[in-house]
């Protein structure tokens, strides 16, 4: 079986030249005159990632036959966006690793990390305005309203144990799925026109997107963190409370959804000590059994993806078309 | 003598129409569907304040000879660019109280205010790109780019006593007078040509700017929260030396500018002892004599207001023309 990466650098092979143009661009852009800035953007840059999202602009552009001299710069500003959340979640969550690079706000501190974030947004959204189009501007700024939006919800939502699936999958849909919903209806319509093309990728984006955040509130309960590459049981120390636990609650008997309040709630001391100093995820995994909780989260998310990958039926045959059918598999076994 | 904000209002009455148009606009910006986020925007109405960067949009067009119907959602923009820009820095500074209201991140809490402020970061962007022009998406974005830089050199200068003055207006502009220059510019030149009005309305807008943070920055030093309406000793407890601090700083003894490092960098608990626990800037008031410094900054803050003045010169009579030199003397003998 290959490794998870090398399988993905095989799903980016149709837009391998966009892709290495919209890295150029990139650098670019983080390459700023202030030398305190250039210190920041050079640290996150090691945190480069998969770049999925900018690769499902080029794959959605090029499945569709829409694909132009700008998709690399409208990937790269879809990829800046997720850069300044990246810097913003991190803060939120007090997050101290990020795939094996400390976060800005544990290498520098919060301060610093919310106006590195900001930065990353304001420098996003003047890059759009060089385009020819306008609807990479429009996309992307309604498309952060409404990631916003999200996480302020979701944060007035902690520990809620009692919150529906539906408003679990509407907030974790706007913060996550918002974004890959844009860059696969950017990919289709940039610069214009194709609107029912475009609405078809923006719902194959966000069930694709959907599915992504629900692996990865899994990994968060019961991933171990030297695989997935960034510090787990932050949504515990947080107070939210995502899927694999939703449905565990709801199943447990009084005795037992008391004991899963208390692994959110405790005193620090109390965790500390009832889960020998390893946290509240430790202690939530000890009091209930997650497993079909989280296999429940995983089939829910395999259902997405097929959903998802139901909308690529339109399109004609193209290698493009086949990384986006991967991209579903791909996500869906994701432990990172 | 008219009490300051009276005199505000009949500054502004050359443009109180596109002000009120100006507030409905900003009033439906901030009416979001989401219950969480509507009671956080209808929290921050009431920081409301002055909307002297809303008044200089409207004014300079006025001025100009340049006013359209889009003047008001261009002024409304730029104000919810000052809105997220106030949310985010009373994170960074732990400030407590704005306008006498309690401040997003003590009401609610850090987490909730970075996102508010990514929110209404989101929201004024998009505005933008519903107008019909794309000048004020690309002066915008470009001022709030620059805006983080100087937000992001500042906080690596912090405990930066030897730094210029140059350094210090350089990081002053860009974090402060950048807004007030663009609002400025937009309102001279929006929807498009006119640039030589519009570059002197910007420099305009820059050097009140820059004289209106130079008396921020003194009355955080000897102000009197009362009457400021916000918590004051901020920049001090914070670390930002500010210019009447660099002025005393420079002339001081060895001895004394050991003390005047001492109020900002000793542990919480003997500040607490020495200044009877009225904090760090109560302790520096009485460790040297701030009032020669804060005077040399207040007249730094006069010659700025003179030369962007002259600016105007070129414009020919109107009321506005009128209230944009009056908004120079209020600025400067602002005390609030």
């Known amino acids: 079986m290959t490794a998870p990466d090398a399988r993905l650098v095989l799903l980016q092979e149709p837009v391998a030249e966009g892709l290495e143009r919209m890295r150029e661009l990139l650098a670019g852009q983080l390459d700023e005159a202030s030398p305190a800035v250039r210190d920041m953007t050079g640290h996150i840059a090691r945190f480069r990632g998969k770049q999925l999202r900018a690769s499902l602009t080029l794959l959605a552009g090029e499945a569709g036959g829409n694909s132009t001299d ?67 501007s429009r996309v992307l700024s309604e498309a952060t309203r409404r990631i916003c939006v999200g996480e302020i919800e979701q944060s007035t939502r902690r520990y809620d144990f009692e919150m529906s699936q539906g408003d679990y999958e509407a907030i974790a849909g706007a913060k996550t799925a918002t974004l890959y919903g844009a860059a696969c209806e950017l990919g289709a319509c940039y610069p214009s026109g194709n609107e029912e093309g475009g609405a078809r990728m923006r ?70 000590e009832a889960a020998s100093g390893r946290g509240r995820a430790e202690l939530l995994r000890s009091v209930c059994d997650l497993e079909p909780g989280v296999e429940y989260a995983l089939a829910r998310a395999g259902e997405l993806t097929r959903g998802a990958l139901e909308r690529l039926e339109g399109l004609g045959a193209s290698q493009a078309r086949d990384a986006l059918e991967a991209l579903g598999g791909y996500v869906l076994e994701r432990r990172w």
Chains 1, 2 share one sequence.
């Open 70 to 136: 700008e998709h690399p710069a409208v990937a790269c500003i879809v990829e800046m966006i997720h850069l300044a959340t990246l810097v913003h979640d991190d803060v939120l969550d007090g997050a101290t690793v990020r795939r094996r690079v400390a976060c800005v706000n544990e290498r520098w501190d919060n301060q610093v990390a919310v106006l590195l974030g900001d930065f990353l947004y304001a420098r996003a959204f003047a890059l759009s305005t060089e385009l020819s189009s306008r609807m990479c």
């Open 203 to 272: 719902a194959f984006g966000y069930e694709i997107g959907l599915a992504f955040q629900i692996i990865d509130d899994c990994l968060d309960v019961v991933g171990n963190p030297e695989v997935v590459g960034k510090s787990v049981g932050n949504d515990v120390e947080d107070g939210k409370v995502t899927l694999p636990v939703l449905w565990t609650y709801a199943r447990a008997s009084e005795a037992a959804r008391s004991r899963i309040r208390d692994a959110y709630t405790l005193p620090a001391e109390a965790v500390e």
